[in-house]
């Protein structure tokens, strides 16, 4: 594990991985998934309890995440209309967003947790949508427990092989992202198809 980190472990501690995953919630590109698995490494040698790692990462998910929703929902819209064109978001390729995310919103939610780029910005992309506030709070909840978990765990098994533990996550990463993307091009091939007809 890079010296660092283990100091940033060894003066913060839970609030490191509280910090780490809120902020990456809420929209700034911050290595909050880093800080769980380096969390789930140092609970393996004792040094943190992997049951408060996990209680952490989950509540810093479903603040961090609700933040960047309600930041969504109040500005998210207004900002894409006006400025989405500089980013190649036109308004045919926004009503394109509105239509996937009500049709996909839900399961968009639960499974961006896992892909790191969309984690990121996820949250605020819902907020700016039509996908209500209650299943919104469902989705990312149930996505956030499990991926807590999950990356807890992994740094748990997997504390002496922090080099491999990297390539893991990335490998894993890349395959959802990938999976992500043939998604969203199906969904605008379909809607583009009801346009035309």
């Known amino acids: 594990m890079p010296a660092w980190l283990l100091n940033l472990f060894a003066h913060y501690g839970y609030a490191a991985v509280f910090l780490g995953v809120f902020l990456e919630n809420t929209g700034l590109p911050v290595p909050g998934e880093t800080m769980v698995l380096a969390g789930g490494a140092l609970a393996h040698i004792g040094s943190l309890s992997i049951g408060w790692v996990i209680g952490t990462a989950i509540v810093a998910a479903i603040c961090g995440d609700n933040l960047g929703f309600f930041i969504g929902r109040r500005g998210g819209r207004a900002l894409a209309e006006q400025h989405g064109w500089r980013v190649g978001l036109t308004p045919s390729r926004l009503l394109l967003f509105d ?99």
């Open 99 to 197: 239509q996937f995310f009500l049709r996909y919103g839900p399961a968009t939610v639960f499974i961006a947790r896992f892909v790191t780029g969309l984690r990121v910005f996820c949250a605020v992309l819902a907020g700016a949508s039509e996908l209500s506030w209650p299943t919104f709070l469902f989705y990312n909840a149930t996505g956030a427990i499990v991926w807590s978990a999950t990356i807890a765990a992994a740094g748990y098994a997997l504390a002496h092989s922090w080099e491999r533990l990297e390539r893991w996550i990335g490998r894993t990463g890349l395959a959802a992202l990938i999976a992500v993307g043939v998604l969203v091009a199906i969904g605008a091939l379909r809607a583009r198809r009801q346009q035309t007809s």
